[in-house]
């Protein structure tokens, strides 16, 4: 079994800065994809930032409404993913969740962090 546990989630001002870290444990023994995602109240989760393994290499995918502001990285050392997000926005409040890959369909999920952002 894997355990995920995100962090850094918080209360917010637009224009802010937050950092979300993400730690997987228990029987890691590859990494496919590691990956952030959100749901808003009333809405379904969308993905946020995920930095996938395949053939040619990695691959870093931004839903569009984050491209140019929030910033993912991985430390496969360290089994960990991170979510640098910067310039805030309202429509950012959501709880964050982290999704870990080990094999294409095969994912465990974080209980999720909650992130707001006041106008």
Known sequence: QVQVVESGGDLVQAGGSLRLSCVASGRI???????????APG????????????????????????????????????????????????EDTAVYYCNIELLRGLGFWGQGTQVTVSS
């Open 29 to 39: 023994f590859s990494i496919y994809s590691m990956g952030w995602y959100r749901q």
């Open 43 to 90: 809405k379904q989760r969308e993905l946020v930032a995920a930095i996938t393994t395949g053939d040619s290499g990695r691959k870093t995918r931004y839903a569009d409404s984050v491209q140019g502001r929030f910033i993912i990285s991985r430390d496969d050392a360290k089994f960990s993913v991170y979510l640098e997000m910067n310039s805030l926005k309202p």
